[in-house]
Nanobody
Framework: QVQLVESGGGLVQAGGSLRLSCAASGSISGTYIMGWYRQAPGKQRELVAMVGSTNRGDYAPFAKGRFTISSDSAKNAVYLQMNSLKPEDTAVYYC?????????WGRGTQVTVSS
């Protein structure tokens, strides 16, 4: 059983920055992937970024150059630094952990970018 808790969402003006954090607890020894998805109102959930044991991030095209994912294996945590935010980045951001063919999800944190 894996539990994920996100924090760091909020309201920011266009062009601003936010840093999301996600802490994992439970059965998470070994190799796993952590990352972020987002879901805007009326849209499907989409991948934002993910990072594995190499600590090399993979990004959706809209996130490249603006978002940076990082992880802290000692804390079982993953972070998402979001810069140059746009109104279209408004969504609920979900942390996830993929291990042993199973995906665990956090409850999400709201990010709202005003124009």
């Amino acid at each position: 059983q894996v539990q994920l808790v996100e924090s760091g969402g909020g309201l920011v003006q266009a062009g601003g920055s936010l840093r999301l954090s996600c802490a994992a607890s439970g059965s998470i020894s070994g190799t796993y992937i952590m990352g972020w998805y987002r879901q805007a109102p009326g849209k499907q959930r989409e991948l934002v970024a993910m990072v594995g044991s190499t600590n090399r991030g993979d990004y959706a095209p809209f996130a490249k150059g603006r978002f940076t994912i990082s992880s802290d294996s000692a804390k079982n945590a993953v972070y998402l630094q979001m810069n140059s935010l746009k109104p279209e980045d408004t969504a609920v951001y979900y942390c996830y952990l993929f291990k042993d063919s199973r995906t665990s999800w956090g409850r999400g944190t709201q990010v709202t970018v005003s124009s």
